[in-house]
């Protein structure tokens, strides 16, 4: 009876090995990460930040792909496409799986659903509604004074016309009781541009995008769309602490595959990310970026993405807004 299941174990361990070596063998040699943005943005960033220590957790070469143009869309019709074997992940933000998807509707060419599976949910950060720092707004109270008392100037900018700022903008009005008007901008550098300008009295924009230059004592950031303050920006209040309710607006950044993409490298990447967003050394350089890890497993990616779609899709809808 002992030989008999000291024979069955060995068995069942040598099954195990012969499986996991089997994946490991199927298991691509190249990992392109595709991005839907140029060198250098925060997209891209953050992928060749993660490249490294990915490749070393998955025994494979990890290469940043620029598929820049159309918001992020190239990138996302581009994937969909691509081999269904583990060699393509894309890492794409928010403002494309939610708002473009939205936005966009039969205009694209993938359906974020259907075409794609979540791996995981890599990194996350609020969005700020800013002043210009001598403009004399000191509190969202200050600026729905300034807002009546200038009908003609009530507006505020955004990085884009279709964005996730965009709708942020007018989810704020709808909380806040207050009318305004939004004026997009080519970019973020253009919106804080004309925000010091004094060209728009308010911009609404990632707070990694205007928490450098309210450093420098240029802007002034009213407030945070979060019901907490931001870990990593604990002086900065949020917009719930100063009355002005429903406001969670979170961007993030997750990593998707084809659809066809088998469960068990799917999986594979899901561990891979979890174990590299823990080590201390990725989590102090995106810290640096005033990103936060925020993995999230490719379960709970979908649920919360089918949320997202849930909560933007009246926003959008009333805002009557159609791209171009």
Known sequence: MLKLLRASLCCAFGFAIGQSAAIAADAPSTINLVVGYPPGGSVD????????????????????DNRAGA?????????????????????????????????????????IRRDFAPVARL????????????????SPADLADWLKAHPAQANYGSSGAGGLAHF?????????????????????????TNLLGGHVVAGVDTLVDHYEQSRTGKLRILGIFSPERYTLTPDIPTLEEQGIKGMDVKGWFGAFVPARTPPEVVARYDAAFRKVLSSPEVVK????????????????????????????????????????
């Open 45 to 64: 960033t953050v992928a060749r930040l993660l490249a490294q220590p990915l490749s070393k957790e998955l025994g494979a070469t990890v290469v940043v």
């Open 71 to 111: 918001g992020g869309r190239i990138a996302a019709g581009y994937t969909k496409a691509a081999k269904a074997d583990g060699s393509y992940l894309m890492i794409v933000p928010n403002s494309v799986t939610t708002i473009a998807t939205l936005v966009y509707a039969d205009k694209l060419n993938f359906d």
């Open 123 to 138: 990194v996350s950060y609020p969005f700020a509604l800013s002043v210009a720092a001598n403009s004399g707004i000191a």
């Open 168 to 192: 942020s903008g007018l989810l704020y009005a709808a909380n806040a009781g207050i009318s305004w008007t939004h004026v997009p901008f080519a970019g973020g550098a253009p919106l804080i």
């Open 285 to 324: 350089r995106l810290n640096e970026l005033v990103l936060q890890p925020a993995y999230m497993p490719h379960e709970a990616l979908r649920d919360s993405l089918n949320a997202e779609l849930a909560m933007w899709g009246p926003v959008i809808k009333e805002s009557g807004f159609t791209p171009e």
